[in-house]
């Protein structure tokens, strides 16, 4: 089947702009995750949703950064007012129910570039 | 909250010799350990995981070994091919309640020479 999708997998943007980006999870999965990996640098945990409700959303780096899921398939997370240290890729994860010690499967990532 | 410290950044061996990560964590409430390997421009992908009632798994070419105590664990990758050249991530996770996120380390990025 499928696996997890992102889109786009390349953005340009003008600093101070907003942008979407989009994450399209494996069919059935209720737990998603999004994760961003600034160059050289690991992946940081921003934000994990099970079903349509965020119990976890310690990572979100300021509140610029927000993000919804509905339906219990598409997330959209969004960057208001981008800033240069916003560049980085932004990869989406998803696991089968969230529960612990689960395999998460990651998408290709989106690449964001802030000018 | 979780710190994941990873080491070498960076390790260059030579075809069919053997490679070693190492890594750290430090809440002791971590019990579940994945490694995930990415290619350049690629996702990540799971190669290997391990949980804490265990201290070794292995599989093929590829094994991990972990240590409560000490709270680290280690990816080894015995007769390396040159496609197993790539950043290697180690991660630990609670996994309890809603405490299933991954905290990472910094990446190893592998070099298997000719």
């Known amino acids: 089947g499928a696996g997890v999708s992102q889109s786009p997998s390349n953005k340009v943007t003008e600093k101070g702009k907003d942008v979407e980006l989009r994450c399209d999870p494996i069919s059935g999965h209720t737990a998603l995750y999004w994760y961003r990996q600034s160059l050289g640098q690991g992946l940081e945990f921003l934000i994990y949703f099970q079903g349509n409700s965020a119990p976890d959303k310690s990572g979100l780096p300021s509140d610029r950064f927000s993000a919804e899921r509905t339906g219990g398939s598409v997330s959209t997370l969004t960057i208001q007012r981008t800033q240069q240290e916003d560049s980085a890729v932004y990869l989406c994860?998803?696991?089968?129910?969230?529960?612990?010690?689960?395999?998460?499967?990651f998408g290709p990532g989106t690449r964001l570039l802030v000018l | 909250g979780e710190n994941v410290e990873q080491h070498p950044s960076t390790l260059s061996v030579q075809e069919g010799d053997s490679a070693v990560i190492k890594c750290t964590y430090s809440d002791s409430a971590s019990n579940y350990f994945p490694w995930y390997k990415q290619e350049l421009g690629k996702r990540p992908q799971l190669i290997i995981d391990i949980r804490s009632n265990v201290g070794e798994k292995k599989d093929q070419r590829i094994a991990v070994t972990l240590n409560k105590t000490a709270k680290h664990f280690s990816l080894h990758i015995t007769e390396t091919q040159p496609e197993d050249s790539a950043v290697y991530f180690c991660?630990?996770?609670?996994?309890?309640?809603?405490?299933?996120?991954?905290?990472f380390g910094t990446g190893t990025r592998l070099q298997v020479t000719l």
């Open positions: 994860a998803s696991s089968l129910s969230g529960e612990p010690q689960e395999t998460q499967y």
């Open positions: 991660a630990a996770s609670k996994g309890t309640g809603t405490a299933s996120k991954l905290t």
